[in-house]
């Protein structure tokens, strides 16, 4: 069934239409001339965001909502079988795709490029996106979060190509037709879908493999080198048999800049945002748009001007000398990058405010979220954000905040329930201190609580 460029009108249902990669999708498809409805278990920003450009959209199950004229029904990989709308649209004989049955058909209608890997994937994307439309391009493109300099996650170009974010997760990279791929790294991550490193390794191999283009490599990273030498790909980093080499590299306050080398040519890359792991998100996304043959002293200046993604590194405000940054960090080497960007602020106090995901996830890595968490000043653990999974007996933010003190973080404290940390943290803030809040729940709130507690008690001296 052509859904993107070609084909009438046709009607499709989003169910799940409120995560980040659905409601990227719903958007394209709507702004590709199709008729687009979406659903979700609760109301949110994502589903107020839709509904403004003609995107009917609705809380909770809708059974009715699926009519004999609904053409597709597309859900998130999250979504059950015995989902009521789903088993509407079996009974109306409506045909149902997962996530990656839609990618896989629209990366079959238009050119498709993005980077994978376990971390970074949502900034190099959006750095592509930026740096390809620097270079006077204008692709079409679905990002995992909120692109600031855009104002949106997803849009539909001018350009006969799109820019997507490549998710691992749930497998769903291996169905979707790539012309370009950039492989950040690769680490023990979704292993519920993989089983083992080993099968999650093979994965991103048998991806690589398939691509029909170019292919980078982080080979800085172990996982993503041994992929590159299994898949014939091209190299980028620090490392010195790179074939697109970071040389010269400078760390500031919230920035990172580097000299980015290919065969004797050369291009000085100037990153608004601080720490090394945005220097490689940016290497790689230049790498690809040079591999691609784009004007690479035009792509440099995208990168100039990124303005970064929300929860990636994302600056909410500032009150009385207090900084607050908020990040989608909750991988133990995700924690570790952002606490050693936030050190290149230099002679601040730091504190890290983490919230754990999933409880099968913590049970895994509590030890290496309790070091990554460690590099801290100060540090704040509240209890695990469940998301989809029912709680484990005894696993529970105690189990990260125990790992902290065994790695030498004596000034931790655990607060169990989310909702009290703002009370709790703010008394204790003083002038100077940067404090990053970090988490891919609802840890995200704590910020905005933060800033509204330290500017009532500005008003009040």
Known sequence: MPVFDLGGRIRIHVVGVGGAGMSG????????????TGSDIRRSSRLDALSEIGVEVWSGHRPDGITEDTDLVVTSSAVPEQDPE?????????????????????????????????HGKTSSTAMLLEAARAAGQNPSFVVGE??????????????????????????TFEEINLKGLVVNNVEAEHLEHFE?????????VRVARKVDGPVLAGIDDPGARRVAGRADALGFGLSEDAHWRI?????????????????????????????????????GALALCGEMGLDLDRAVRGIARYRGVRRRYEHRGEVGGVTIIDDYAHHPSEIA???????AAGGRRLWAIFQPHLYSRTAQMFTGLGAALSLADRIVVTDVYGAREEPQPGVSGELVAAAVR???????????????VAERVAPQLREGDLVVSMGAGDITMVPTEL?????ERERGR
């Open 451 to 455: 800033l509204a507690l330290l500017a």
């Open 25 to 36: 999708l719903a958007k394209l498809l709507a702004e590709s001339d199709k008729i687009v």
């Open 146 to 171: 909120h692109v600031l300099g855009l104002g949106t996650n997803a849009g539909r170009g001018s350009d006969p190509w799109m820019v997507l974010e490549v998710d691992e997760a749930f497998r």
């Open 86 to 118: 789903v088993q509407a649209a079996r009974r109306l004989g409506v045909t149902v795709w997962k996530r990656p049955r839609l990618l896989e058909a629209m990366s079959a209608e238009i050119t498709t490029v993005g980077p994978t890997g376990t």
């Open 247 to 283: 040389t010269e590299i400078s760390e500031g306050v919230g920035r990172v800049s580097f000299r980015l080398v290919r065969e004797g040519s050369s291009w000085q890359v100037e990153v608004p945002f601080p720490g090394v792991h945005m220097a490689r998100n940016a290497a």
């Open 196 to 204: 083992n490193v080993d099968n999650l390794e093979s994965s991103f």
């Open 406 to 420: 065994r790695s030498g973080g004596r000034a931790v404290q655990y607060f169990p329930h989310r909702s009290e």
């Open 337 to 343: 990058a952002t606490m050693r960007a936030a050190r």
